[in-house]
């Protein structure tokens, strides 16, 4: 079993950052790809960023390109968003994720473990 713990949400202004962390518990942190995703009210959850296990290859939403880099730890199994630019519209609840296989994917079904959230809202 694995557990993940967010840290890092709260209020911005348009266009400041915020840097997002989870931490997971447990060992072979390198065996799980980890993903970033968010809910916003009314909307499905979506994929943001995602990062392979053992060669940290990523992929990122075409709204968040340029501006949100994944990255990972794994001599402290934590996963980071580091968020610039940040719009309004990226006003949701970020979510940690981990899969059991290291190679990524940006399907939430396919992951196995979920953090509890953490509110990020920009404002205008």
């Known amino acids: 079993q694995v557990q993940l713990v967010e840290s890092g949400g709260g209020l911005v202004q348009a266009g400041g950052s915020l840097r997002l962390s989870c931490t997971a518990s447990?060992?072979?942190?390198?065996?799980?790809?980890m993903g970033w995703f968010r809910q916003a009210p009314g909307k499905e959850r979506e994929s943001v960023a995602t990062?392979?296990?053992?060669?940290?290859?990523?992929y990122y939403a075409d709204s968040v390109k340029g501006r949100f880099t994944i990255s990972r730890d794994n001599t402290k199994n934590t996963v980071y968003l580091q968020m610039n630019s940040l719009k309004p519209e990226d006003t949701a609840v970020y979510y940690c994720?981990?899969?059991?296989?290291?190679?990524?994917?940006?399907?939430?079904?396919?992951?196995?473990?979920w953090g509890q959230g953490t509110q990020v809202t920009v404002s205008s």
């Open positions: 447990g060992h072979s942190f390198t065996n799980y790809a």
């Open positions: 994720a981990a899969r059991q296989w290291p190679s990524l994917s940006i399907l939430s079904h396919s992951y196995d473990y």
């Open positions: 990062i392979s296990g053992r060669d940290s290859n990523t």
